[in-house]
């Protein structure tokens, strides 16, 4: 039995889905969920408690605390997987399963450089200083501009130039706004040949409390019926020579499809893959790592993924509800804007699942104790 360790904000999903193929699993994460049983050894930062507020990710979480965690288990585990808030600069190269260095592709104004001229890519500047993104933009009146940090995920810390009341700390990207269908496409490389296994719709919402007009990521709807991102998505990956699994976002404009970013890691569509194909993505992943693409599975049924942010600091109840994942501590505290559960459920109807999901999110929300009351942020289905 090999030993995966696995690293990142959250392990629950891959974990299990290790777990499931026979690995002996380490895990080393932000978050510890309730559900997340399927492991050997762990480490988490957040240790949830009742009645303890659990803070805010983006002040307390460091990619090098993940590291750290993980120093120990490196003498004892064959094989490492990064996902999101892990750095696969930070461990042994020969140990990763993926790509062994992120860096080029993670900085959003390098990756620009690299795609311009091969693809439809928004026009993009790398500045220090907030004066000249206003230039920029008063220059360019016809065009929208987005404020972006130089790396990062989740939509956090993008928002419209109109909208944007901070400073940045050090350089920063100023970004074209794309008006269109914000899609995805989850693609397998052996680093010579590549395939989509699946399309997304991601969920975008600009109304997360503390996170006012930026586009946070919420989830996604699977498949996207757009059959134009499968092969850009295959050309984006090929170009950059990755390997794995890995994803690219786009917009669907008028005026064409835009690659915005590339994702080169497992993605957050992960249990999506079972839910709405039957494969285990985590066995596709290797399998393209050691140079073998799985057959193209077809679809089954649609998948909806959202993540629900919590609407207001608030105490939460039993949340283990049918169709609810990465549950916190019974009894814990959640801070305004930060994740609070991920919802997860498949159907052959769409509308029904829409509906399966609409109603999990009203359980969840029924089950929260309100600690300072302001109004609701609303969701789309």
Known sequence: MERLLIVGANTRPVAEAAYNLGFKVYSVSYYCPRDFNSYHKRRCILEQEPLKSSGRFHEKFRPSDLKLLAEDFLDEIDKIIILSGGSPEDFPSRKILGNKKTQKIEDKYKLYKRLRGKFKVPETYKLDDIEEAWEI??????KRFLIKPLTGSGGFGVSPISDYKGKPMGPFILQEFIEGLHLSASVLSTGKDVMTIFTSRQLIDTNI??????????GNIVPAPYPEIKKVGE?????????????VDMVLSSDGLYVIEVNPRIQ?????????????????????CEGELINEPQRKKYTIKRIVYAPCKCQVGDLNLPRVYDIPCDGSI??????LVTLLDSHENLNTLRGNIKDSFEQVIGRLK????????????
């Open 268 to 288: 957050g569509t992960f249990e999506c893959a079972w839910l709405s194909l039957g494969i285990n993505m985590l066995s596709a992943h290797i399998s393209a």
């Open 235 to 247: 050309d984006v990956i090929k170009s950059l020579s990755l390997l794995g699994s890995n994803g």
């Open 334 to 339: 959640i801070e305004a804007g930060e994740p």
């Open 209 to 218: 409390r503390g996170w006012e007009d930026n586009l946070i990521y919420a």
């Open 370 to 381: 309100i600690l300072k009351r302001r109004p609701y942020y609303t969701q789309e289905y």
């Open 137 to 142: 933009q008063e220059q360019k009146p016809e």
